[in-house]
């Protein structure tokens, strides 16, 4: 069971180049997240996904776009990468809402993004 | 913005002793979470804690909250090198659209030496 796959794990763009960044979960989740983490701060939610078809916006999302076009696939995409997007990137997936009994998140291993 | 502040930022200690990290956060929640991150690698999920919980435990982790205080603690008895690791709380609280969302602290970075 691969649980939270991310791809690819490291990457370079120059400013201006787009990227997309996939993310597979292979256990029925409903719910899929990206975030991403910075030097000091916690994670902080770019997108979010409800269902396959819908897509969300969290935090951070300016220069992001999401797409769920099946259950298991959640991409970010960057239409013109940033210096200020340099960051580790992380997709989740959680089974239920939240809620008094929790929502518990499954990361995948992160996706090292450097914009030069 | 985030909701959850841990304190210390960073902890270092001997094999053997106890940890403590401590999670404050502002808004009402449903629960709280404690997640794990090796160094390089994703966050893992350690302990929930609900709002109508006081303490729970799981092996060496004991989690309190206080929602009067709005405060939450992570305790690890007999601290191994392998606990080396960041430290994270999670609240859990209702995000626009009616579904609810974590937000994560900074996180509290832990050193035991062996």
């Known amino acids: 069971n691969a649980g939270v796959t991310q791809t690819p794990k490291f990457r370079v763009l120059k400013t201006g180049q787009s990227m997309t960044l996939l993310c597979a979960q292979d256990?029925?989740?409903?719910?899929m997240y990206w975030y991403r983490q910075d030097p000091g701060m916690g994670l902080r939610l770019i997108h979010y996904?409800?269902?396959?078809?819908?897509?969300a916006k969290g935090e951070v999302p300016d220069g992001y776009n999401v797409s769920r076009l099946k259950k298991q696939n959640f991409l970010l995409g960057l239409e013109s990468a940033a210096p200020s997007q340099t960051s580790v990137y992380f997709c989740?997936?959680?089974?239920?809402?939240?809620?008094?009994?929790?929502?518990?998140?499954?990361f995948g291993e992160g996706s090292w993004l450097t914009v030069v | 913005s985030q909701q959850g502040e841990e304190d210390p930022q960073a902890l270092s200690i001997q094999e053997g002793e106890n940890a403590t990290m401590n999670c404050s956060y502002k808004?009402?929640?449903?629960?709280l979470q404690w997640y794990r991150q090796n160094s390089g690698r994703g966050l893992v999920h350690l302990i929930l804690?609900?709002?109508?919980?006081r303490e729970k435990h799981s092996g060496r982790l004991r989690v309190t909250l206080d929602t009067s205080k709005k405060s939450s603690s992570l305790l690890i008895t007999a601290s191994r090198a392998a606990d080396t690791a960041s430290y994270f709380c999670?609240?859990?609280?209702?995000?626009?659209?009616?579904?609810?969302?974590?937000?994560f602290g900074a996180g509290t970075r832990l050193a035991v030496h062996p």
């Open positions: 989740a997936s959680s089974p239920l809402a939240g809620g008094l009994s929790g929502n518990t998140i499954y």
């Open positions: 256990m029925n989740h409903e719910y």
């Open positions: 996904s409800v269902g396959e078809g819908t897509t």
């Open positions: 808004t009402s929640i449903n629960n």
């Open positions: 804690i609900r709002s109508n919980e």
């Open positions: 999670a609240t859990d609280s209702m995000f626009s659209g009616g579904y609810n969302k974590l937000i």
